[in-house]
């Protein structure tokens, strides 16, 4: 049966707003099959918004959320976009995750942050879908993540596109900020990315592209948070939880998922924004 692909986006510092880049462009292409293959909504997860407490998530069921301020980025970027929440998605989301033993629970008060919205106006720029958005809980658990993909996969039959949104190297502590504090300029490379960054990029796109979907995915994508240089790519874990939602709902079979590392921009030295797409829309598929 057709399904909807899902993707890995790395949002990037918040300059990936108002700077045009590759992975802007493919954002906006991703966006534009989506809305060719008459998209349903759109169901995230982002790297910002964590619910407290063991086996909880939080779903986002605010109908007015305002957008929390984007740093470094001219407010007419975004100040003017509407956001489109999806109540009634996310009423059947978290019947969803209820049903699996999930302890899921709608946020009537949640504003929604950078992480998100970025990629909302990057692909949508003509208008937002109806979107949902997961929170991740606070233990960062790995396996947790993963399971929640797993649980909201099946959506993608119903033309849900799933979108996890972190970061595949995102290290605040590592980044050189001296170029976009003092010049704006978030893609000056002074010098070359540290080996420890070089090393996991390359292996997070083998996970990736390797794998392609299936168990064999969440347990490569699990075991990265293991990798001798993970703490040098991620100084906190929040942003690979993404990651790991995306591997869960890329569902149980491989065989016929594509992978495609779609576009990449280094920032701030360190920090690599790695563009995933595992899977393809059946109009997509129809005109190769």
């Given at each position: ?22 992975s802007a462009t493919y954002w906006k292409a ?126 993608r039959k119903e033309n849900y596109l799933l ?14 900020w001296l170029q976009m504090l003092r010049y ?105």
């Open positions: 049966m057709a399904q909807s692909p899902v993707h890995f986006f790395s949002h990037g510092s918040t300059m990936m707003l108002g700077e045009e880049s590759a991703c966006g534009d099959l989506a809305l060719a293959n008459n998209i349903k909504g759109v169901i995230m997860m982002g790297a910002h918004w964590d619910a407290r407490g063991t086996n909880r998530v939080d779903v986002s069921m605010n109908a007015t959320p305002a957008k929390s301020p984007v740093a470094y980025v001219h407010p007419s970027k975004y100040v003017d976009y509407k956001l489109n929440p999806d109540l009634a998605t996310g009423t059947k989301v978290i019947a969803t995750l209820m049903e699996k033993g999930i302890d899921a629970r709608g946020n009537e008060t949640f504003d929604w942050i950078h992480d998100t919205y970025l990629i909302l106006i990057r692909m949508f720029p003509d208008g937002c879908p109806p979107t949902t958005i997961v929170s991740m809980n606070a233990r960062f658990d790995p396996h947790f993540h993963a399971q929640i993909g797993s649980i909201l996969a099946p959506l979108i996890g949104t972190g970061g595949a190297v995102h290290n605040l502590y590592r980044n050189h704006s300029d978030n893609f000056a490379q002074p010098s070359p990315p540290d080996i420890a960054m070089l090393e996991f990029r390359q292996s997070v796109e083998d996970v990736f592209l390797r794998n392609r979907g299936g168990p064999a995915l969440k347990r490569a994508v699990v075991r990265l948070m293991k990798h001798p240089q993970f703490r040098d790519a991620h100084g906190t874990d929040d942003h690979f939880m993404a990651a790991c939602f995306v591997a869960g709902a890329c569902g149980e079979d491989a065989q016929d998922q594509d992978a495609v590392l779609g576009a990449e921009d280094w920032e701030l030295v360190n920090m690599c924004n790695s563009q995933f797409t595992l899977g393809k829309w059946p109009k997509q598929v129809a005109a190769q």
